[in-house]
């Protein structure tokens, strides 16, 4: 079962993708030019939209259950950078400077990337996702073949060979209990 990839996501890739060309293009081909950071600080205007509906739609998931966020290094690094960029971008803003469309730009990039290497563990009634960075496996419900617990960790295991292994530590002891009970209640 290949990974379903939500539209929000297919709209950050495309407009991460333009504001990178675009900086590019501004900075080497066309200089400062009013016309190119219009066009960026619209489409990156757009870009923090997108990042808010998947916020929201990552906060309906985790309160409906299917959610389970993983506690990694990039999970707190994303947060750190998103909050330094905004509090950057509030500054730029009120003091009036002209580096304001760029700090835009940035606090863009770095939520959209943010909200695309989001690492986490979906669970609904018919497959299990796992999100690691950029890597994602997904295992249909129905082939799930084996689940092995450790004091720690839990690995499952799906009939096309795939793997997924949760460490407690990563999700906190109540998620844990509760992912571990679902997914052995469908095993």
Same mark, same amino acid.
């Given at each position: 079962?290949? =990974? ?11 407009? *991460? ?5 675009? $900086? ?23 870009? +923090? ?6 916020? $929201? ?8 259950? /299917?959610? /389970? ?5 990039? $999970? ?27 700090? +835009? ?9 943010? @909200?695309?290497?989001?690492? $986490?563990?979906? *669970? ?11 890597? @994602?496996?997904? *295992? =249909? +419900? ?5 689940? &092995? ?10 009939? &096309? ?27």
């Amino acid at each position: 079962m290949s =990974p379903r990839v939500p539209s929000y996501e297919k709209a950050i890739r495309f407009q *991460l993708l333009a504001l990178i060309a675009g $900086y590019i293009l501004q900075r080497v081909a066309f200089g400062a030019s009013s016309t190119v950071a219009g066009i960026l600080t619209g489409i990156s205007s757009v870009m +923090l939209l997108v990042c808010l509906y998947a916020a $929201y739609k990552f906060y309906r998931e985790l309160k409906a259950g /299917f959610l /389970f966020p993983l506690r990694t290094i990039s $999970y707190y690094l994303g947060i750190i950078s998103v909050i330094i960029g905004v509090v950057w971008l509030i500054y730029e803003i009120t003091s009036g400077s002209p580096k304001a469309p760029e700090a +835009l730009m940035w606090v863009a990039v770095l939520t959209g990337s943010f @909200v695309l290497s989001m690492p $986490y563990v979906y *669970l609904d009634s018919v497959r299990l996702e796992h999100r690691l960075g950029f890597t @994602v496996t997904v *295992l =249909p +419900l129905f082939g799930i073949q084996r689940i &092995d617990e450790e004091d720690d960790r839990m690995l499952i295991r799906g009939k &096309d060979g795939l793997e997924i292994t949760v460490f407690e530590g990563q999700l906190g002891p109540a998620h844990y209990n509760e992912l571990r009970t679902r997914v052995i209640a469908i095993k």
